[in-house]
């Protein structure tokens, strides 16, 4: 999204940036921060795949204590 903000700039993009910004900030931790994109919208990706598997599996055992 920043790319088309900065390429055309049109406010509907800005408007959705900021809800899926707001979206992101929502989501458990266990679901944020795997990767992101560098500014020709390239993936990288911020955590090793076993990182993010145990993470992940960490929240869902979190989930089924009641």
Same mark, same amino acid.
């Given at each position: ?12 993009? $800005?408007? #959705? ?5 707001? @979206?992101? @900030?929502?989501?458990? $931790? #266990?679901? /944020?921060?795997?990767? !992101?994109?560098? $500014?020709?919208?390239? #993936?990288?990706?911020?955590? !090793?795949?076993?990182? !993010?598997?145990?993470?992940? $599996? /960490? ?8």
């Amino acid at each position: 999204m920043p790319l088309l903000i900065k390429e055309y700039g049109y406010p509907c993009f $800005e408007k #959705a940036l900021q809800q899926v910004e707001k @979206q992101y @900030q929502d989501m458990p $931790e #266990a679901f /944020r921060g795997h990767f !992101t994109f560098d $500014e020709n919208g390239k #993936a990288v990706q911020l955590r !090793t795949p076993n990182e !993010t598997r145990q993470m992940i $599996e /960490r929240f869902f055992a979190s989930q089924n204590r009641y």
